[in-house]
């Protein structure tokens, strides 16, 4: 019943989004609880369905919006994404490697061939976004942590 300490993740876009809703709705399928995930009790996936009330738990316009404003249409296209063969996995990874402030800050001093991290602020729109699109790339670092060593708020980060 009990096994880990708590984890979480931050989740970013809306792929990861999906991804993780896909994965938790999969669990009990997983564990072999039930067949099919909208058979488990205390999923939410049938109220995503049109099957079951969400009795306002839920603000599942949020999610289906991201596939079809038309609700018939989002329903459908959520219920086959749900259904398509996938290999998510979030949590069950077992050990993400993160780098650290100051590894990402070295990183960003090489990509700026070993200009100040500040000069990214003073960059033209096109050249910035360039080189923070290459730190996004960058294994283990974050969305948050990228804001904090550059000093570009997070919200510029999140757009590129």
Same mark, same amino acid.
């Given at each position: 019943?009990? +096994?880990? %300490? &708590?984890?979480?993740?931050?989740?970013?876009?809306?792929?990861?989004? *999906?991804?993780?809703? %896909?994965?938790?709705?999969?669990?009990?399928?997983?564990?072999?609880?039930?067949?099919?995930?909208?058979?488990?009790?205390?999923?939410?996936?049938?109220?995503?369905?049109?099957?079951?009330?969400?009795?306002?738990? *839920?603000?599942?316009?949020?999610?289906?919006?991201?596939?079809?404003?038309?609700?018939?249409?989002?329903?459908?296209? &959520?219920?086959?994404?749900?259904?398509?063969?996938?290999?998510?996995?979030? *949590?069950?990874?077992?050990?993400?490697? %993160?780098?650290?402030?100051?590894? *990402?800050? +070295?990183?960003?001093?090489?990509?700026?061939?070993? !200009?100040?991290?500040?000069?990214?602020?003073?960059?033209?729109?096109? +050249?910035?976004?360039?080189?923070?699109?290459?730190?996004?790339?960058?294994?283990?670092?974050? +969305?948050?942590?990228?804001? %904090?060593?550059?000093?570009?708020? !997070?919200?510029?980060?999140?757009?590129?």
């Amino acid at each position: 019943m009990f +096994q880990n %300490r &708590f984890q979480s993740e931050t989740v970013e876009t809306e792929a990861y989004l *999906l991804g993780v809703l %896909r994965y938790i709705h999969n669990n009990p399928v997983k564990a072999k609880l039930v067949e099919i995930p909208e058979e488990y009790k205390w999923s939410s996936c049938p109220a995503y369905y049109g099957e079951k009330e969400s009795f306002g738990l *839920l603000t599942m316009s949020f999610v289906l919006d991201i596939f079809n404003s038309n609700r018939e249409i989002a329903i459908k296209q &959520f219920t086959d994404f749900m259904q398509k063969t996938n290999t998510d996995q979030f *949590l069950d990874v077992s050990v993400k490697h %993160r780098k650290s402030d100051e590894d *990402l800050a +070295q990183e960003v001093k090489e990509l700026l061939n070993g !200009q100040p991290i500040g000069i990214l602020q003073s960059l033209d729109i096109e +050249q910035r976004n360039k080189i923070i699109k290459q730190i996004k790339g960058i294994p283990g670092v974050t +969305q948050r942590q990228i804001a %904090r060593v550059t000093g570009i708020h !997070q919200s510029i980060i999140f757009k590129v």
